[in-house]
């Protein structure tokens, strides 16, 4: 059974650029996740998607960060225009669905903003 | 709000000696717990998990945990560490069905 796959696994900007991160769950999982992980810190929810639905995104500062999940499979994470604080590790995980607690994460995506 | 505590950041330790990483939680409800473990250069990998029954639970790679109501403590143990443990350790709780809250994690290193 294929992981998480998410892509790039790193990727360096300029601040003030756009940058996207791509993700793709374990096939059947209906609920997406994306985290940020600090350097030095554990990772911290930015956005859930039952299906096609972001169910919780309190989390998401939505002056510059957008994601989609049209289909209800894969999605993307958008930061625009990055800030150098920005820099850091973007999860992505899954899980089957509400009621199955444990989540498999993907590899993440490292940025660097310069 | 829930919140993890890992209490080291930092645990340095020779091959074959015990390990025992601490980990408080604050929720008073019922909770699902979890340990995952980041090797280097990898992803987050689930090494034990905690829902219910028996508090003492194994995980993969000789690890087990015990989940401790009264204390709201979730303790990882491995009666002898190999170098192979050198990694990041993260306790997570699971309070309202979706949501893991994460510990800020402990690097182990263990040294040959």
């Known amino acids: 059974e294929a992981g998480v796959v998410q892509s790039p696994r790193y990727k360096i900007i300029e601040k003030k650029q756009p940058v996207a991160f791509w993700c793709n769950p374990i096939s059947g999982h209906n609920t997406l996740y994306w985290y940020l992980q600090n350097l030095g810190q554990g990772p911290e929810l930015l956005i859930r998607?039952?299906?096609?639905?972001?169910?919780?995104d309190s989390q998401l500062p939505k002056d510059r960060f957008s994601a989609e999940r049209l289909k209800g499979v894969d999605s993307t994470l958008k930061i625009q225009p990055a800030e150098l604080g920005d820099s850091a590790v973007y999860l992505c995980?899954?899980?089957?669905?509400?009621?199955?607690?444990?989540?498999?994460f993907g590899p993440g995506t490292r940025l660097t903003v310069l | 709000a829930q919140s993890v505590s890992q209490h080291n950041h930092h645990v340095i330790l020779s091959e074959a000696a015990s390990l025992e990483l601490g980990c408080n939680y604050s929720?008073?409800?019922?909770?699902?717990l979890f340990w995952y473990v980041q090797y280097p250069g990898q992803h987050l990998q689930l090494l034990l998990k905690y829902f219910s029954g028996d508090p003492l639970v194994k995980g993969i790679k000789g690890f087990e945990a015990e989940f401790i109501k009264s204390k709201f403590s979730f303790n990882l143990r491995k009666p002898s560490v190999q170098w192979s443990d050198t990694a990041e350790y993260f306790c997570a709780v699971n309070a309202n069905d979706y949501k893991l809250s994460f510990g800020a994690g402990t690097t182990v290193t263990v040294r040959a």
């Open positions: 995980a899954s899980r089957v669905a509400p009621g199955y607690n444990e989540q498999f």
């Open positions: 998607y039952e299906n096609e639905e972001a169910v919780d």
């Open positions: 929720y008073g409800g019922t909770v699902n």
